[in-house]
């Protein structure tokens, strides 16, 4: 699987960015993906995951302001974020995570994207 992220940038407080993930390869039908950022000296945190029907888990710090979205003819996530704040810069990372079902049970594989930086400023 590869993860292209496409649509970061400087941006001033207040203002709005999309972020866009293509993704290609083996992406099973049950997979997630989502969004995760990482600022300089610290860890890589959720900002919001989907399901491949839909359903959603925002991270508190960006609920009201950021939405994600999915084309899933296309293997495509987006990101709109709206209202940005100093504190949402980071590196953002696309990722994908097939969920694999054997006999034995299901098993999680997850996949990165190399990152796009977002940074907003005061």
């Known amino acids: 699987v590869q993860l292209v992220e496409s649509g970061g940038g400087l941006v001033q407080a207040g203002g709005s960015l999309r972020l866009s993930c293509a993704a290609s390869?083996?992406?099973?039908?049950?997979?997630?993906m989502g969004w995760y950022r990482q600022a300089p000296g610290k860890q890589r945190e959720l900002v919001v995951t989907?399901?491949?029907?839909?359903?959603?888990n925002y991270a508190n710090s960006v609920k009201g302001r950021f939405t994600i979205s999915r084309d899933n003819a296309k293997n495509m996530v987006y990101l709109q974020m709206t209202n940005l704040e100093p504190e949402d810069t980071a590196a953002y990372y696309c990722?994908?995570?097939?969920?694999?079902?054997?006999?034995?049970?299901?098993?999680?594989?997850?996949?990165w994207g190399q990152g796009t930086q977002v940074t907003v400023s005061s």
């Open positions: 990722n994908l995570r097939n969920y694999v079902t054997t006999i034995e049970g299901t098993n999680a594989l997850d996949y």
């Open positions: 390869g083996s992406i099973l039908n049950n997979n997630r």
């Open positions: 989907i399901t491949s029907v839909g359903n959603t």
